[in-house]
């Protein structure tokens, strides 16, 4: 029965995100349904923004991923449809932002971070490194140390 219960959970996770796509909402055409999903997938869902709008169940995302079928039919490519939406919406909508503009920050700030890390790492260690070159103790430091060390025997 246990098993059963998992098998039963697991295959309605699996089947949630199917759920958000209403049946009035898919296209007769498979090749623009495809094409629509995937569009869906990369726009994010303004309403709950960590959705894309594929698999989100809000009003907002269903009405975008009603405009994104109705461009598709009308023959807009899949770049002028994410241009449409990105005009009525922001780039907020897109998962992955274009590379232009002041969205070359957000590309570029990993990489500048790493390079950054990397420049303090090597100045700390080859820093650390002349430190750790110790002299060997003269024989005078040597003969201290071992009267110290007979002193403090018990």
Not at 81 to 99: I, K, T
Not at 112 to 122: C, P, Q, S, Y
Request: overall charge negative.
């Amino acid at each position: 029965m246990r098993h059963l219960l998992t098998v039963f959970l697991c295959l309605i996770c699996l089947s949630a995100p199917s759920l958000a796509v209403q049946p009035d909402e898919v296209l007769e055409d498979p090749a623009l349904e495809a094409r629509a999903r995937a569009l869906s997938q990369d726009l994010r869902c303004v309403v709950c923004q960590n959705e894309n709008i594929d698999s989100s169940n809000a009003p907002l995302a269903r009405d975008l991923r009603i405009v994104v079928r109705e461009r598709l039919v009308a023959g807009d490519s899949d770049e002028e449809v994410l241009d449409y939406v990105v005009a009525r919406y922001g780039e907020f909508v897109l998962f992955r932002p274009r590379f232009e503009g002041r969205n070359i920050v957000l590309w570029l700030t990993p990489l500048l971070a790493v390079l950054l890390g990397a420049g303090l790492l090597f100045v700390f260690f080859r820093n650390n490194s002349a430190l750790k070159k110790v002299e060997p103790l003269s024989a005078e430091e040597q003969s201290k140390l071992k009267k110290i060390m007979e002193r403090d025997k018990p």
